[in-house]
């Protein structure tokens, strides 16, 4: 099993920036990629952020020059940082850890992250 929490959400004006943390705990060995999601009001939940186990990162076309996943292995914990942000990156943020030999996929409870114009 694999427990992820996230920190880091809050209300930001328009430009400035946040940094979401997401605490890895349990079987993290096996753990092949991470990401960060986000489900805006009405809308399906999509990708923002990935990172592998080697750790290359690739991002959603709409965060791309502003947003960087990071990890920090030594504190089982991964980054988003946010810079830039814009009132339509309003959303609950998910952490996500993907098990390839499970298949199976684990999620934290969100954090709001809310963008003032």
């Known amino acids: 099993q694999v427990q992820l929490v996230e920190s880091g959400g809050g209300l930001v004006q328009a430009g400035g920036s946040l940094r979401l943390s997401c605490v890895v705990a349990g079987s993290t060995f096996s753990i092949n990629r991470f990401g960060w999601y986000r489900q805006a009001q009405g809308k399906q939940r999509e990708l923002v952020a990935g990172i592998s186990s080697g750790g290359t990162p690739n991002y959603a076309d709409s965060v791309k020059g502003r947003f960087t996943i990071s990890r920090d292995n030594a504190k089982n914990t991964v980054y988003l940082q946010m810079n830039s942000l814009k009132p339509e990156d309003t959303a609950v943020y998910y952490c996500?850890?993907?098990?390839?030999?499970?298949?199976?996929?684990?999620w934290g409870q969100g954090t709001q992250v809310t963008v003032s114009s």
């Open positions: 996500n850890a993907y098990q390839s030999f499970l298949d199976r996929h684990y």
